[in-house]
């Protein structure tokens, strides 16, 4: 079986303080891949490190920019995290290979390849650069979405710094549906943002506006999570814990929350 995993900014870092890097939480992933030996293409996010300089410097998903310096500081930024990162990894026995997601349908051409070698492919949320329209964010779960068209994979697992999907209550909620049919509706979903709660469905049109991140928060998450699921490939959100990871990587019940079509 071939998950996608992206591991969140949120996991690997306090977004709140900069530069700051959560390495156990790396680990925990390290230790579920090492624990359960299948294939994964992993992905992280810019938490800590690409947000504030993207901010800083008004980069987003959402526009093309043309600056130049913030760019190259915010690509500086992510290389810096991406090494912590994949260190951290080497640190429990997982060899990564890393690739830009500038370059990630070369890469995903050889995923197989790497896969049958037991190297995980690692890219990771980025300023990537459009012929024709210019420089933009590129957060890690649309990678995730991206390369859901590029390799062929089963499942989806966003590693997140909560207990899965959280409703209204508190509580976690454990399966979610895009219909509603069978399971929560993920139009009712709340997105708790800036004191304020609003529903996933009321935002659809207008993610960017719903989070003041640069790559669209949990709701551009769960709309990633959605499209997915539409396509078959279920999409698990756990906390930073082995055995929650390993267990979505086996498709098994998991703590946190998932979304099926
Ligand atoms: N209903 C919800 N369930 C879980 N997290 C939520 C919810 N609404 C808002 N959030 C926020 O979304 C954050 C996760 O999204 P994001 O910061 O984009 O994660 P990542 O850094 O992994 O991409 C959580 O830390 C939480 O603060
Ligand atoms: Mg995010």
Not at 131 to 151: C, F, N, Q, T, Y
């Amino acid at each position: 079986m071939t998950s996608i995993i992206k591991l969140g900014g949120s996991a690997i870092s306090d977004k709140g303080v900069p530069f700051s890097f959560n390495e156990e939480n790396v680990k925990e992933l390290g230790r579920a891949l090492a624990e359960t030996g299948e294939q994964a293409f992993l992905i992280h996010g810019g938490g800590a490190w690409g947000h504030p300089v993207a901010a800083q410097y008004g980069l987003n998903a959402f526009s093309y920019s043309k600056n130049v310096i913030g760019a190259s500081r915010t690509r500086r930024a992510m290389l810096m995290l991406s090494v912590k990162v994949q260190k951290a990894l080497l640190d429990v026995g997982i060899g990564t290979f890393y690739m830009s997601p500038q370059h990630i349908v070369d890469g995903a051409r050889v995923a197989g390849d790497l896969f049958s070698m037991g190297i995980y492919p690692l890219t990771y949320g980025d300023v990537i650069f459009e012929p024709g329209k210019g420089m933009r964010v590129i957060g890690g779960d649309e990678i995730a979405l991206k390369l859901s068209g590029l390799i062929k994979a089963e499942r989806a697992i966003f590693i997140i710094n909560t207990e899965g999907i959280i409703g209204e209550d508190g509580e976690t909620i454990r399966r979610i549906s895009i219909s509603g049919a069978n399971g929560f509706s993920v139009k009712e979903i709340p997105i708790f943002v800036g004191g304020r709660t609003v529903k996933f469905g009321e935002v659809l049109q207008a993610i960017e506006k719903s989070s003041s991140d640069a790559t669209g928060g949990i709701a551009y998450k769960l709309m990633v999570a959605s499209k997915l699921a539409s396509e078959g490939i279920v999409a698990y959100f756990v906390p930073p814990r082995s055995q929650e990871i390993a267990k979505a990587i086996k498709g098994e019940d998991i703590k946190g929350s998932v979304v099926i079509g």
